[in-house]
């Protein structure tokens, strides 16, 4: 799959409208030892014998076996990894799993997820959408979550089960692919991933702290504390008051040490134009659902749309790409 990366030519985001520069969000595995493996062919039984060989000649040396088995997959740490994935973004997509945790090969993805759901951890769901099309989801149970918290790597990262929003299924299962988008080239950079927070955290992290001041000292005071508490958890409010939450913030720590974090935020063809500047301004990463949200926010923002084919893939299968903006 392909996406597209619009921005400036100096690489600093910019309100205006500049260069379009197109670039693919692919659904491709996550590491060198993920690719599809080629196997040694069999010798013909016809194929002429050679000439004995010489004395004074060195017999051919086989690779050693090591070589020829390094790039299998291990099933064990695969699956560890899918259920960390599942319950760390709520719900992801079998497609995204299959290509980011089991490299493509959809039989070993399939013999690791089935394991998963019979013993609990996982549980399959069809998504149906309204254009007839169908695709399946993965989502953790209160065991399958345990399990992963118990495995964690980070103390802090929270962890997930069950399904929220039937009705937000499409756009939660797309924050998985955007999110493994930035996190590969943060790792590409150097950088170590500590956590991933989705907007549900986020978003109760700051509804506590406005309720137990609303306890102690009444609406308007919460509604101060709220605001107050979204600044210093760097997220951006605008003029009304309103507090704007990416759907993933990936916190990470560079090769120097220093922390940083990038906010994802996947967007519909229903997002207004305040709302997307709001969020360009705020640093946000920001990815379109399909072909028509991405033409339609193109256009909001100002984007002149770029001819066919100068990069971008029509067809039938547009509207199911992800387009980074």
Do not use: C
């Not at 549980?123 to 993965?138: A, D, I, N, Q, Y």
């Not at 950088?191 to 609303?214: F, G, I, M, P, W």
């Not at 709220?226 to 720590?253: C, F, T």
Request: a positive charge; aromatic letters at 6%; charged letters at 35%.
């Amino acid at each position: 799959m392909r996406g597209r990366d619009i921005e400036s030519r100096n690489g600093a985001r910019s309100n205006q409208a500049g260069p379009v520069r197109l670039k693919v969000v692919p659904r491709t595995p996550d590491s060198q030892g993920d690719r599809s493996r080629t196997l040694d062919k069999p010798k013909s039984i016809q194929q002429p014998q050679r000439s004995p060989r010489s004395k004074n000649r060195s017999p051919r040396q086989q690779p050693p076996r090591r070589n020829r088995t390094r790039d299998r997959i291990d099933i064990h740490q695969r699956k560890r990894q899918a259920l960390d994935d599942v319950a760390t973004y709520r719900v992801v997509s079998v497609r995204d799993l299959v290509e980011q945790r089991f490299g493509g090969n959809a039989f070993a993805a399939r013999k690791g997820i089935d394991a998963l759901k019979q013993e609990g951890l996982l549980r399959e769901h069809t998504v149906r959408l309204k254009s007839g099309k169908s695709f399946k989801v993965l989502f953790a149970t209160q065991q399958g979550r345990r399990k992963a918290w118990g495995n964690r790597e980070n103390q802090e990262q929270r962890y997930w089960s069950g399904l929220a929003k039937p009705s937000e299924l499409r756009h939660d299962s797309t924050v998985y692919r955007a999110a493994r988008s930035e996190i590969a080239k943060l790792q590409k950079s150097g950088s170590r991933v500590k956590r991933v927070q989705l907007d549900y955290e986020l978003k109760s992290q700051v509804s506590k702290t406005a309720e137990r001041t609303r306890a102690k000292d009444g609406d308007e005071a919460a509604f101060d504390a709220k605001i107050d508490a979204a600044k210093q958890m760097n997220l951006p409010v605008d003029d009304s008051g309103k507090i704007h939450y990416p759907d993933a913030r990936i916190e990470y720590r560079d090769e120097q040490g220093n922390l940083g974090r990038v906010d994802v935020e996947v967007t519909s063809d229903n997002y207004r134009s305040g709302s997307l500047q709001s969020k360009l301004s705020a640093g946000f990463k920001l990815y379109a659902n399909g072909g028509s949200a991405q033409r339609r926010i193109s256009s909001a923002l100002g984007i002149r749309e770029p001819k066919s084919g100068s990069g971008s893939k029509g067809g039938a299968n547009r509207d199911e790409e992800l387009f980074e903006l």
